[in-house]
């Protein structure tokens, strides 16, 4: 069984404070994603991992970084939080190469920034 | 740039009544689409994908290339189908999905 586990259920930070939300998966998947989701948005890709220290912008990247130092766990960072950064935060693996690409979601983080 | 319609928001049905939840898309190459599911206080997961031509849960749903559409049905719709319903596309090459905006299906007694 396939899990994505993340770090926090609910985070409630203060505007202009580091934020580090972390995602753990442990089926040895190549790809890991952050999402945001907002009501009426949707999903939005943050960023994705295709690879240990390897990172790809998403479509809204801006106010993000993330970091990937182990194959299992794959880090976003909100370096200075703004309160236009509250949302539920998705992690997301998928096990990568031809023919095999379902993502597997974690449970999610709502963050609050104040 | 790809791109993924959900035309509607929000849709309300009865206990048994067919459900049509559309999907459409713009993308010039061959895309792969899927169907994503997030019940109440459970996580989001892929409920099928347009490749496995499966019938999941009662829901089918048949890629149209010619409209672009890729649109999720069910003939007797459940109480426990009630759920947000986000339909994606993966781009030919790439291991990115793109998500549309998402539908709320609430099935009433």
């Known amino acids: 069984d396939v899990k994505v586990t993340q770090s926090s259920r609910y985070l409630v930070k203060r505007t202009g404070e580091k934020v580090f939300l972390e995602c753990v998966q442990d089926?040895?998947?190549?790809?890991m994603f952050w999402y945001r989701q907002d009501p009426g948005l949707g999903l939005r890709l943050i960023y994705f991992s295709y690879d240990v220290k390897m990172k790809e912008k998403g479509d809204i990247p801006e106010g993000y970084s993330v970091s990937r130092e182990k194959k299992e766990r794959f880090s976003l960072i909100l370096e200075s939080a703004s309160t236009n950064q509250t949302s539920m935060y998705l992690c997301?693996?998928?096990?990568?190469?031809?023919?095999?690409?379902?993502?597997?979601f974690g449970p999610g983080t709502r963050l609050t920034v104040l | 740039a790809q791109r993924v319609t959900q035309p509607e928001k929000l849709l309300s049905v009865f206990k048994g009544a067919p459900v049509e939840l559309k999907c459409n898309y713009s993308y010039s190459g061959s895309p792969e689409l899927f169907w994503y599911v997030q019940y109440s206080r459970q996580r989001l997961q892929l409920l099928l994908r347009?490749?496995s031509r499966e019938s999941i849960k009662g829901f089918t749903a048949d890629l149209n290339k010619g409209e672009t559409s890729f649109h999720l049905k069910k003939p007797f719709a459940q109480e426990e189908d009630s759920a947000m319903y986000y339909c994606a596309l993966r781009q030919s090459g790439s291991e990115k999905l793109v998500f549309g905006k998402g539908m709320k299906l609430t099935v009433n007694p």
């Open positions: 997301a693996s998928s096990p990568g190469g031809a023919g095999n690409n379902e993502q597997f």
């Open positions: 347009h490749i």
């Open positions: 089926m040895d998947h190549e790809n």
